[in-house]
């Protein structure tokens, strides 16, 4: 009725038997089961400092995913979901999902974009504007190997949504955030050495483009992009 052309249902690992029990009940509707597609999720297990922390359905000691939100926040759980493919098993460590520091990598792609707003409110305030870089100056292998990375985007969200697999998108974020900082650890962006004035201003000008390509990437995740952190 509502026209449809593929259905997708995702569930535990542990449901594995029904999906052949539900392609035949959508054949006996005379629909293609192949447009039934089913992902299975391997179970996720919690991990609190060293230890392994234990639920059980029957005992009703069982964790929701309000309380884990709550604990966590919900910027570390999509991240930490996104992180891995369906078929993957997960330890989810609660301690590191809180942890202020490069460790954790939802602190790690995060961060990486508010050290990009940072430089360009560095280059703002010392009054150094960019719309007229020229980006042909750009020939450092740091720069080229960026803006390589840059220009996948489009191709990352497009093998994620063909392919079912979110996970790319976690995956090319903190490679970004990787490859962020190899640029930084070469390049100095807001340079006052004189006569570095043009550089300076093409190197901007992909400092913002990877700031614009690094939040569609979170948005894209449904996290925040934080500025200042």
């Known amino acids: 009725r509502r026209r449809f052309d593929r259905v997708i249902n995702v569930w535990g690992a542990d449901h594995h038997g029904h999906v052949a029990r539900m392609k035949a009940v959508v054949a006996a509707f005379g629909v293609d089961p192949e447009r039934l597609t ?43 979901f996104l992180s891995r493919s369906p078929e993957s098993q997960m330890e989810f460590d609660l301690d590191l999902a809180k942890r202020q ?42 720069e080229s190997e960026l803006i390589r990375q840059l220009v996948e985007l489009p191709e990352v969200v497009h093998a994620a949504a063909e392919m079912l697999e979110p996970h790319r998108l976690s995956h090319y974020a903190l490679e970004l955030a990787r490859t962020l900082q190899r640029y930084y650890e070469e390049c100095r962006v807001v340079s006052s050495v004189p006569g570095e004035e043009a550089l300076s201003k093409a190197r901007l000008k992909l400092v913002d483009a990877a700031r614009v390509v690094f939040e569609r990437t979170l948005t894209l995740m449904g996290m925040s992009a934080p500025e200042r952190m």
Request: charged residues 30%; aromatic residues 8%; proline residues 4%.
């Open 101 to 142: 520091s490069s460790e954790n990598p939802v602190y790690y792609v995060q961060y990486a974009h508010a050290r990009l707003c940072s430089i360009l409110r560095t280059a703002a305030e010392r009054g150094v504007t960019f719309e007229d870089g020229d980006v042909g100056l750009l020939d450092h292998p740091r």
């Open 38 to 80: 089913v992902i299975l999720n391997q179970l996720v297990s919690f991990k609190a400092g060293e230890d392994s922390v234990r639920f059980s359905k029957r005992k009703g000691d069982i964790i929701t995913l309000r309380d884990l939100v709550d604990e966590v926040g919900p910027d570390a759980c999509r991240f930490t």
